[in-house]
Structures are given as C-alpha cells and as structure tokens.
Antibody, heavy 116, light 109 residues
Framework: QVQLVQSGAEVKKPGASVKVSCKAS????????ISWVRQAPGQGLEWMGW????????NYAQKLQGRVTMTTDTSTSTAYMELRSLRSDDTAVYYC?????????WGQGTLVTVSS | QSALTQPASVSGSPGQSITISCTGT?????????VSWYQQHPGKAPKLMIY???NRPSGVSNRFSGSKSGNTASLTISGLQAEDEADYYC?????????FGGGTKLTVL
C-alpha cells in the first residue's frame, strides 16, 4: 500500500533553516511527483510547490521563491523540502503528498515551530 | 487571502444534502477541468474526495459528487452522516500553481 512517512517535529529559531523528509513506499517513486502543502495553526491549506521525482523539475509557489528548495533521492525514495530564513509565520504543519495533481496520498505531517 | 473562495461554514442535518461552492477565475477553476476536493478531520491529513471536477477515487462514497459551472465548482454531499463533519478544501491545478480555497467547515447538526 502507498505510504508517505515524514520526519519528526522541529523547533527552529528565526533565521534558521529546516529540512523535512518524506519517505515513499508502495509504488514506483519516479512515476509520480511529490507536492508540499503547509497549514498554519487554525488556518487553511497552502500549496508550496512540487518536484518531479522523474527528472527533478520543480515548481515553487511565488511567495516562497528563493527560500524553498525541494529535492529527491531516488535511491531511497525520499523527498526533501528545505525552507530557509525561517520566520514566525512559517510555523505550520508541513505535508508531503503524492502527485502534482491531484494529491492522492498524504504524509502524516511534520510540525515546524519557529520561535525565539 | 486564498485564491479560491469558499464559504466559511455550512451545516445540515443527518440525511440531508449540502453543497459547498468554490469560486475562482477563468485562469484557474474556469479554465481547466482540474478541480479537486479534500476532506480534513481535526488533527489528520487531508483526504482526496473528488478530482477532475467530478471523479471519485476508489473507496470514496458515492454520496460525494462534484460539478462545475463557469468559474465555480461545487461539492455536494448527500445523505449527510455524522462522520462527514470535517473541513473541506477545493483546489484548482494550473500550469503555474495549485491554489487551495480557504476551506469550509461542515457541521452535521
């Protein structure tokens, strides 16, 4: 069965970076992209971007351009999302999801807290 | 501010039907048949309920249906059940981004 298992919760100081992992299993990793979606506390879903696991092409949300990098390691079927120059409003649960569209399977979420 | 507009809340009694709207523009909802809907229970990851405007993934109840007219997509839930109480989000794929609506809280009375 398809599973996406994400890394554990993180606490970071403003200005730091965070890297969240998403390990996929149960399907051919390179046949689908991986998208990243975040959700601030009590707020809605925000699309962050996607990466093709086939060729590494990426498409990032305009508001995150320059601060976010998405990568994959096909040898371990793992996707990564790194966010730099963290601010307090980056505090959120970060989800990975299979596919560029639609998002048919989701990881369990990773809470990233940005606090001084 | 979300790119797609949804009502903040809707409610209905068990057995009734409700409809949640999702309004965008000709550049997203109106321009592509790539609208999807997600259900999210508190503390859980979202779950895909509808894709390509009106298609249900395997395992999703046929009480859930989707449609689109112009720049507005809709999710209809018939025969409301207690377990349908959740937040619902629409999303519209475009070549440059995949925005979500602000979400709608469904309360089953």
């Amino acid at each position: 069965q398809v599973q996406l298992v994400q890394s554990g919760a993180e606490v970071k100081k403003p200005g730091a970076s965070v890297k969240v992992s998403c390990k996929a299993s149960g399907y051919t990793f390179t046949s689908y992209g991986i998208s990243w979606v975040r959700q601030a506390p009590g707020q809605g879903l925000e699309w962050m971007g996607w990466i093709s696991a086939y060729n590494g092409n990426t498409n990032y949300a305009q508001k995150l351009q320059g601060r976010v990098t998405m990568t994959t390691d096909t040898s371990t079927s793992t996707a990564y999302m790194e966010l730099r120059s963290l601010r307090s409003d980056d505090t959120a649960v970060y989800y990975c999801a299979r596919g560029v569209y639609p998002f048919d399977y989701w990881g369990q979420g990773t809470l990233v807290t940005v606090s001084s | 501010q979300s790119a797609l507009t949804q009502p903040a809340s809707v409610s209905g009694s068990p057995g009734q039907s409700i409809t949640i709207s999702c309004t965008g523009t000709s550049s997203d909802v109106g321009g592509y048949n790539y609208v999807s809907w997600y259900q999210q229970h508190p503390g859980k990851a979202p779950k895909l309920m509808i894709y390509d405007v009106s298609n249900r993934p395997s395992g999703v109840s046929n009480r859930f249906s989707g449609s689109k007219s112009g720049n507005t997509a809709s999710l209809t839930i018939s025969g409301l059940q207690a377990e349908d109480e959740a937040d619902y989000y629409c999303s519209s794929y475009t070549s440059s981004s995949t925005p979500f609506g602000g979400g709608t809280k469904l309360t089953v009375l």
